[in-house]
């Protein structure tokens, strides 16, 4: 019997729609990602047709030119893509990016970019991370000051992020900076930088990575960058780390479907390895060790499943809480750092190569449990709602 690895927020009409998906990441995205992987980005052109096939801000309200389904939509593409080893094109932050100007944005600030984000032409970037500040993000540096250039009042913003998704290709950034460093959290704010042709705005390096090779995880730089009064979130000052607090569990559930995802597509591909592989007269499949560490994956992915389709279901039903988030993300990060090193594990040799999808899945894999909120972070978050 083959394992069962529907999901039980599927229906017909979003079995009609992983179709669709599926045949646009199986035809149009996997066939250029070994490119992609040189190059270190996707490319717009692959953004855009994402928007134009409607698979980009799929849970955004259709009058702010999303696709208007629901989480479920969103987490079809990023399963569709995370199975397959596909993790260049970052459509995960592009949509937590449209989370914070759906959620927080005046409605201006909707009109503005939502539109233009759903249609693939503004790539979205969140910029929260700085070399000297990463889970301590009390700790950051860029400063943005009330400024006025040619009569315009706005703030004029300084300072550098790294690690950045999708900065090499960002139309659209989303910056976490002081706005008054005497007040702590009250003191943060969060500015939003259209890149092009942007005045003291830089891209550094795309950073060499150990995995996640086509995706485009940059240094960024402000330089005196000027931005009008109608950039800062919401248009209240002091508000960022509650704006960012408030979509955590939103974001922590994401990384959780990817994980399972991942998980699924090493499981699959390692069935399909050790099936034809053979050794000492016999497919490895039948060596006991090959059946019980499949045994002991299989049923990580049962747990798994069931953990991350509740989580689903609470998300949907909006009662997912930040603790029960950060257990998602935490069990199922771990869980495919597990799943994914076993699966390599039995395809010998060949699960070290680059042109082998586990080999893929496995560096991708590492970082899950560091982004996000680093795991250590989850526990502490979890420990305190105990
Ligand atoms: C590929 C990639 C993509 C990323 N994308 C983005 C992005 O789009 N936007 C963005 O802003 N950032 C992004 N990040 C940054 C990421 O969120 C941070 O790397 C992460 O939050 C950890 O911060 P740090 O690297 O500064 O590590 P540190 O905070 O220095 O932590 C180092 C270690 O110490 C542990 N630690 C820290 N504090 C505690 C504590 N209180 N108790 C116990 N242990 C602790 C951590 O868990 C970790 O193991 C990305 C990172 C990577 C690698």
């Known amino acids: ?73 969103e987490a079809v593409f990023y399963e569709e893509m995370a199975r397959r080893g596909l993790s260049g094109m970052a459509a995960s932050v592009h949509t937590i990016v449209a989370h914070y100007l759906l959620n927080h944005g005046s409605e201006a600030q909707k009109a503005r970019w939502l539109p233009r984000m759903a249609r693939g032409e503004l790539v979205g970037a969140i910029a929260m ?20 250039r040619g009569g315009v009042a706005g703030w004029r913003i300084n300072g550098s ?40 705005y830089r891209v550094g390096r795309v950073l060499d990575k150990i995995g996640m090779k086509a995706q485009d995880t940059s240094e960024l730089f402000f330089d005196d960058v000027f931005v009008p009064a109608d950039h800062l979130l919401g248009g209240v000052e002091g508000q960022g780390f509650f704006q960012l607090m408030s979509d955590l569990p939103y974001e922590r559930l994401i990384i959780g479907v990817i994980a399972l995802a991942a998980m699924e597509g090493a499981y699959e591909a390692t069935l399909a390895y050790v099936r034809e592989r053979k050794a000492f007269g016999k497919p490895l499949a039948e060596q006991q060790n090959t059946r019980f560490e499949l045994a002991t994956i299989a049923t990580e992915l049962k747990v798994g499943r069931a953990f991350v389709d509740q989580c689903v279901h609470q998300l949907l039903a909006g009662t997912l809480d930040t603790a029960t988030a950060s257990m998602v993300k935490l069990w199922a990060s771990e869980a495919q750092g597990r799943v994914v090193d076993a699966c390599l594990q039995l395809h010998g040799g060949y699960g070290y190569m680059n042109e082998y999808l586990v080999a893929r899945l496995y560096t991708d894999a590492r970082v899950q449990r560091i982004y996000g909120g680093a795991n250590e972070i989850m526990k502490e978050v979890i420990a305190r709602a105990l």
Request: aromatic letters at 6%; a negative charge.
């Open 161 to 200: 992020k790294t690690f950045i998704t999708n900065g090499y290709l960002a139309g659209l950034v989303l910056v976490v900076a002081k706005t008054d460093p005497a007040q702590g959290a009250r003191g943060t704010s969060i500015l939003a930088v259209e890149t092009e042709g942007c005045a003291g």
């Open 129 to 148: 991370t700085e070399p000297g500040a990463g889970s301590d993000l009390q700790g950051i540096r860029t400063r943005a000051e009330r400024a006025e």
């Open 1 to 73: 019997m083959p394992l069962d690895l529907r999901r039980s927020w599927a229906d017909p009409d979003l079995d009609t729609y992983r179709d669709a998906v599926a045949r646009f990441v199986a035809t149009e995205m996997q066939p250029h990602d070994e490119e992609a992987r040189k190059r270190g980005h996707v490319g717009h052109a692959l953004w855009r047709r994402a928007g134009e096939l409607g698979f980009l801000c799929a849970d955004i309200p259709e009058t702010w030119g999303g696709a208007g389904g629901d989480f479920r939509h």
